[in-house]
């Protein structure tokens, strides 16, 4: 892997399988982890198991207000964020006929505009450092969403590429990218 000594890394549904298995491997490299999610039990099992460099963030993406704090909340315990990882994400199955615009909507908060919204509050911060890695969500997991937000990822990738490097890399069910600074190499 890579080693995440001294950087602060958001985790987004580390209160899920993926999620959590995600914020363990960047806490084994190192990295302080602010675990966010919906569940405070599964949240504060894992940050038990985890030990030191963990921070527990309760709340709903689907919640613009609750979504702001909860970054806020991880920069504050952690003094900064230097990565993003936008795992969490949810469904709701059903066939289009049947699905509630309630439900479509949540879906869409959670999977699209909290990711685009949490990245992009981050970035600022990241390119003054001239780093950046925000982590998008996994599009097989989240099939309705990933034409938009590999386009909004893209975008934002995109759009930083005058200063910084892009860098991806893929594995089966899990898709990867981050922008790392070439400045001044």
């Known amino acids: 892997m890579f080693a995440l000594a001294d950087k602060k890394v958001v985790v987004t549904g580390a209160s899920g399988g993926i999620g959590g ?5 960047m806490h084994e490299q190192g990295a302080t982890v602010a675990l966010a999610g919906r569940n405070r039990e599964a949240l504060d099992a894992l940050a038990t198991d985890l030990g030191e460099r963990c921070h527990v963030i309760v709340g709903e993406l689907n919640d613009r207000a609750a979504a702001d704090a909860m970054l806020a909340a991880a ?3 952690m003094d900064g964020i230097d990565v993003l990882v936008n795992n969490a994400g949810l469904t709701r199955d059903n066939l289009a006929m049947r699905i509630k615009d309630e439900d479509w909507q949540v879906v869409i908060d959670v999977n699209l505009t909290a ?3 949490l990245s992009r509050a981050v970035l600022r911060g990241m390119m003054k450092a001239r780093w950046v890695a925000t982590l998008p969500p996994d599009s097989a997991r989240y099939p309705a969403a990933s034409p938009r937000v590999g386009y909004g990822e893209n975008t934002t990738h995109s759009s930083l590429a005058t ?3 892009n860098t991806g ?3 089966p069910s899990r898709t990867i990218t981050g922008t790392a600074s070439t400045a001044g190499k």
């Open 163 to 165: 200063n910084t490097q």
């Open 75 to 77: 920069s504050d315990a």
């Open 169 to 171: 890399a893929s594995a």
């Open 115 to 117: 990711t685009f919204r």
């Open 21 to 25: 298995a995600i914020a363990r491997a």
